[in-house]
């Protein structure tokens, strides 16, 4: 594939899954062959690295390095390739073809409150995202976000060719989620998804799919379940991996499906 997708995860109301939903993306797209990088722009609560088992301990450069001049955007990422072949073993999955990497935001409190303090450039930012892309010579970009609107939010929406839109069967999601919608057109994001997530299996999903697309006019990728697997992870690991053909593992790979569809606009 010649040039990098960007594809950006966000809701308005916090806690939806999106960070759950970006790591297991990751490894499905790597899993059919992608090389995929994942940047957390959550600045000011970072978390998707656990899901990848990474030790902020370990790190050496995070994005707030990069963003305070320290070092290039590439010397932040940490290849976590290995991390999604673990979480499949046991599942008689063959180990993925692809890459997936991670741009961790840090777990520091100091730089944490720097960051909220000082604020930061986020044109450095926007730079960030497309030397990355050719450095790394990703296939994928996937931004995970803090929830809400705010400058990052607004620039990684309006660089996305994708974006999934995230939001549990909630009234004060479904009224977040027409505000982020009205943003993304207008900021004409080439592919708008709805993913809703943690839904009770009580509920008919079709029928909740076909309420929000009247709703949002816009399409569902997929309406996940609520999942034990997910709980008892607690964010520590990929659902996807570990249970190939669980509700939830079939609702990312709907995903996927809509993601790759873009490949050939
Ligand atoms: N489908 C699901 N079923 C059950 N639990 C889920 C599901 N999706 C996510 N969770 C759980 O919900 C919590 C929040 O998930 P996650 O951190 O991915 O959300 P988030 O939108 O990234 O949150 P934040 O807005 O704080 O960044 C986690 O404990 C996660 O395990
Ligand atoms: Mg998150």
């Not at 450069?61 to 073993?89: K, P, Q, S």
């Not at 100091?110 to 303090?117: D, H, K, M, S, V």
């Not at 708008?192 to 309420?211: E, P």
Request: aromatic share 4%; proline share 4%; glycine share 8%.
């Amino acid at each position: 594939m010649a040039e990098t997708r960007t594809i950006s995860i966000h809701s308005y109301r916090g806690g939806t899954g999106k960070s759950n939903i970006t790591a297991n993306v990751a490894a499905g797209l790597a899993r059919r062959g992608k090389r995929v990088c994942i940047v957390d722009t959550d600045i000011q609560s970072p978390g998707i690295h656990a899901l990848f088992d990474v030790d902020p301990r370990t790190l050496r450069h995070t994005l707030n390095d990069y963003l305070w001049g320290r070092c290039r955007v590439e010397e932040t990422a940490v290849d976590v390739t290995a991390a999604v072949n673990e979480e499949a073993e046991g599942s008689g999955r063959p180990p993925i073809t692809g890459t997936v990497m991670l741009v961790p935001s840090s777990l520091r409190t100091g730089e944490i409150a720097r960051i909220l303090r000082e604020g930061y450039d986020v044109n450095a930012l926007n730079d960030g995202f497309r030397d990355i892309c050719g450095a790394l010579d990703l296939d994928y970009l996937l931004i995970d976000t803090h929830p809400g609107v705010n400058e990052e939010t607004l620039l990684s929406i309006a660089i996305s060719d994708c974006l999934l839109l995230v939001l549990r069967p909630d009234v004060q999601d479904y009224q977040g989620t027409a505000v982020a919608l009205e943003l993304a057109r207008r900021l004409e994001v080439p592919q708008l998804f709805l993913v809703v997530n943690k839904a009770m299996s009580s509920l008919d999903f079709s029928a909740v799919s076909d309420r929000m697309l009247a709703t949002y006019k816009s399409p569902v990728a997929a309406v996940l379940p609520l999942s034990e697997d997910l709980i008892l992870l607690g964010s520590n690991g990929l659902a996807s991996e570990r249970h190939p053909d669980s509700g939830f593992s079939q609702g990312i790979q709907k995903i996927l499906d809509r993601i790759e569809e873009g490949e050939e606009a």
